[in-house]
Every structure is written in C-alpha cells, then in structure tokens.
C-alpha cells in the first residue's frame, strides 16, 4: 500500500546486514541447478540458511532453479543500489519500491520482459492488465509488479468505545466539517486533558489532504495534479483555497487542543487518540491496531479512495539487464505468485519452526525468526492468512477492483532538468510542511512565506518543467 505507507504484516528493525565487497557473477551451486540472486530489503532472517533450503528443496524439482537471498538495509538500500549500477556489480533479481523504475529501465539496467511474458500465463493472468499497463515504458515492461494494496485506500481508524459513548455515525463522513464536528463531540466529553488526534512532525493528519482529490505522483506532497482533471495540469497546492482552508481547520483543532501541543517537534506520535489514519486498511486488521492504541476495539471507515496512480502501483521484481539468468528468474517470480506453499515459506519462514498451518489456507506463528519483509516479495491474494481472523486479502483485493485510475497514470516527472531549484526548494518546504501538516503554524501567514520562499528558489521553473513533461508523455499517452 503513495507514498507513498503501504501494508506491512510486521514492523521490521533496523537491518544489521553487512555486504560483501565482492560478487560472484557464476550463481550455479550445488545439484547443477541455477541459483538466482534475489535482492530484497529489510532485515536478513536468524535462521536464513535453514529457510533458504527449505525453499530450494521445495522449488528445485518443480522449476529447475535455486534462490539465494540478499540484503539491502532499510537505511541505504538506495545508495548501495546506485553502487551496484554504476559499478557494473552483477545481481538477478531486486525487490523494489519506488519510481527509479522509470529512470532505470530507460537506461538499461532492467532487462526488457516483455516478450517473454506471454510464456509465463501465470503472470500475465494472476496480475491484472491496469497493473502492467503502469509499467510500460515506451510500450515494454521491464519489471514484475507486486500485486498487492496497488490502489490507494485512506482509511480513518476509530476507537470503538468513544464511537459508541458519543453515538457517532462514521459512515456518514463526508467531508472535513463532518469530522470537526465528531472530534470535537469527542473533545467536549473528554475534557480538556484529551487529545483526540495524537500527531508528529511527519504531519499523520495531513492525510485527510488527500479528499482533496490530488495526484502527488510528481515526487511531492506541495505539487501535482488534481484527479478529476482529465489532461493533467500541474498546480502548486500552496496556491489551492480549498487546501489552505484543510490546513486552517488543523490550525483550529491544534489552537483547540484537538491536536497534541508538541505534535510539530516530535518524531513518534503516542498512543491513546481517538483516531489514527491508514493507507490500504482492511476491517480484519481493526482489532490489531487496537492494541497497539491501548483501545479495546476499533472501526474505521474508508475516507478516501480506492484510485491507482503512479506511485500506489511501484512495488516490483526487476530482472537486471545483465543477469544470466532472465527465464529463470521469471520462472521462480511466476512460482512465487501462483504457488501458496512456496509464497508462504517466503512471508512466515520454515513450517514446524516458524509458522504451522491450522488449515490449509490459515496459519499460526511459531517465532519472530523469520524477518523478511512479506509485502515486497509476490502477490498478497494467495498468502495464507493468521488462524482466527477474516481473511484481510479479500477486502484488498475488492477494493482493487473498484479502483478508478488516476489521469496521469504511468508519467513520472524528472527532476534532472530543474535539480538544483529542486535542491533549493525542498529544504524551504521542510522548513514550513510541520508546522502546516499539524496546525502548530497558521497557514494564513505560513503559505504565502512558504509560497515566496519557494519563488525565489526557482519553483516556477520547477512546475513549468513538470508541465511540459507531461504535455510530452500525453502525447503518446492519449
């Protein structure tokens, strides 16, 4: 699940992996089968090597290949990429997120799928036709895309004991009035005391800015283009009424003690609020975040959404253009998104020692071994799910479904042009985006300074730019 947060099944630690200076570039191991580097991020699991047999055990008489896994940490998995491409290093496989997709098929460095695809049913028929038509680039597709939370959903997430105290209709909400009104029945009640929204300087309320129907696939959360805009005009948020009148109700609910006083200069909001916020949500998942809350329950409703764009869709396996290896590795990517036993070895580790089955499509967990990260590795519809919950791949999937898609899919802005107005503008916007994401800073004084500051920097050339590329990729992008 633009950025962006997308569904995670756990939280992971900071990675401990250290790399190797050297690599190979003949991945052939033992039994004569072709062993594949797959590159993923996150942290490497305790019992990796006990893991990585299993899986080779299991996926060597059916395909004929072997895997073996690599690290990127969460810190640095960017920079040691570019290492990697710049240097010529050798790799098969990368786990990915993001929009260098775009940047890195034009320049070579993903091999070309797309005529290969048509051998591999098990791809082309498991992920849906919208999704690889968000990764074309001149018409060929250089990497898998992971079928999973692709559409953005915003969710608003409740505590159920307050909904229920103040008889507080969440379907009926609408627009931003409607959850004034709520949140301050639930202030009202509470007392002075309680915050209903406990935010940080990452600005978590700011999610309710995206009612507002924008596109923020450019690369920012200031510009981009408004959905139901059917071209593509690229407009600077700062200058939108209605997004400023957003921004003054957070100053409200911030000066009304709707919002934690320290919510600008703190990095990790606490528990304890009666709302939090959350992209690509599913009702399984309500009580879980209950307790993380200290709530005894929670219900949420869908606040925004479902929508494709650009960046909802950039979770991907990459072939690189140097592996020797390509068929291969589609072979083992069309396993691992058709196979459930080979994708739940991959998300929970080793049955018997990390996960059990209860049924054949259910499980139990057996130990925190097992840490590689679920959500980059395949598909999420043929997981098996946590024993004694609905099934959370079902609403996902639904909510897929119904996603309308954004009038921009596909186009990814490049900064290389206007780099160092981008350089100048972005520390200015960071300066002003706390304050104004928390209501800890009054956007009637804030955003014309912000908006001047950009100015000066160079921000006009910055939204011109971005204007003529798109005007460029409409061209063959009707």
């Known amino acids: 699940m633009k950025h962006i947060s997308r569904i995670a099944p756990a939280l992971f630690a900071a990675a401990l992996m250290v790399f190797s200076g050297c690599q190979k570039t003949d991945t052939t191991k033992g039994g004569g089968l072709p062993t594949i580097q797959w590159w993923l991020t996150g942290d490497q699991p305790a019992n990796l090597a006990e893991g990585t047999k299993a899986i080779n055990d299991y996926i060597g008489p059916k395909i004929g290949v072997n895997v073996e896994f690599k690290f990127f940490s969460w810190g640095d998995a960017g920079t040691r990429q570019t290492t990697m491409l710049n240097s010529g290093e050798y790799w098969d496989i990368w786990s990915l997120l993001g929009a260098n997709y775009y940047a890195w098929s034009r320049r070579g460095y993903l091999a070309d799928i797309t005529d290969s695809l048509p051998n591999y049913p098990g791809l082309t028929q498991t992920i849906p036709?919208?999704?690889?038509?968000?990764?074309?680039?001149?018409?060929?597709?250089?990497?898998?895309?992971?079928?999973?939370?692709?559409?953005?959903?915003?969710?608003?997430?409740?505590d159920a004991a307050l909904v229920q105290k103040y008889n507080i209709d969440i379907n009926s909400m609408k627009t931003i009035a409607d959850y004034d009104k709520a949140l301050r029945t639930i202030k009202t009640g509470e007392g002075a005391r309680?915050?209903?929204?406990?935010?940080?300087?990452?600005?978590?309320?700011?999610?309710f800015l995206y009612m507002l129907d924008y596109d923020s696939s450019l690369g920012s959360d200031h510009l981009g283009v408004k959905f139901s805009d059917s071209y593509g005009n690229v407009v600077s948020y700062l200058e939108d009424p209605e997004w400023v009148n957003y921004l003054r109700y957070f100053r409200r609910w911030y000066t009304d003690g709707l919002i934690n006083p320290d919510a600008n200069v703190i990095d990790q909001a606490s528990t304890g609020a009666a709302i939090g916020l959350a992209q690509g949500w599913t009702?399984?998942?309500d009580d879980n975040f209950a307790a993380s809350q200290g709530w005894q329950h929670a219900v949420s409703n869908l606040e925004y959404g479902p929508i494709y764009t650009t960046d909802t869709i950039l979770a991907y396996n990459a072939i690189g253009s140097n592996s020797k290896y390509k068929e291969e590795c589609l072979k083992f990517l069309?396993?691992?998104?058709?196979?459930?036993?080979?994708?739940?070895?991959?998300?929970?580790?080793?049955?018997?020692?990390?996960?059990?089955?209860?049924?054949?499509?259910?499980?139990?967990?057996?130990?925190?071994?097992?840490?590689?990260?679920?959500?980059?590795?395949a598909t999420f519809f043929i997981m098996s799910t946590p024993d004694g919950v609905p099934n959370p791949w079902d609403e996902v999937k639904q909510l897929n479904e119904q996603a309308r898609v954004s009038s921009i899919y596909g186009f990814v802005f490049d900064r290389t042009p206007v780099q160092n107005e981008w350089a100048n503008c972005d520390p200015v916007w960071n300066r002003y985006k706390a304050d104004l994401f928390t209501g800890a800073g009054d956007p009637d004084i804030l955003v014309p300074q912000c908006l001047a500051e950009l100015k000066a920097n160079g921000y006009d050339k910055i939204l011109a730019e971005a204007q003529r590329q798109l005007d460029e990729w409409r061209k063959t992008n009707g």
Do not use: C
């Open 129 to 158: 036709q919208n999704l690889w038509d968000g990764f074309k680039v001149n018409g060929r597709i250089y990497a898998v895309p992971t079928y999973k939370d692709s559409s953005a959903a915003h969710y608003v997430i409740w």
């Open 283 to 285: 009702l399984a998942w």
């Open 334 to 377: 069309e396993l691992a998104n058709t196979d459930r036993k080979l994708r739940d070895m991959l998300a929970y580790g080793v049955e018997g020692k990390d996960f059990e089955y209860v049924t054949p499509t259910t499980y139990r967990k057996l130990s925190t071994n097992w840490t590689m990260a679920a959500f980059e590795q």
């Open 194 to 207: 309680f915050y209903p929204i406990h935010d940080a300087k990452g600005g978590t309320i700011g999610r």
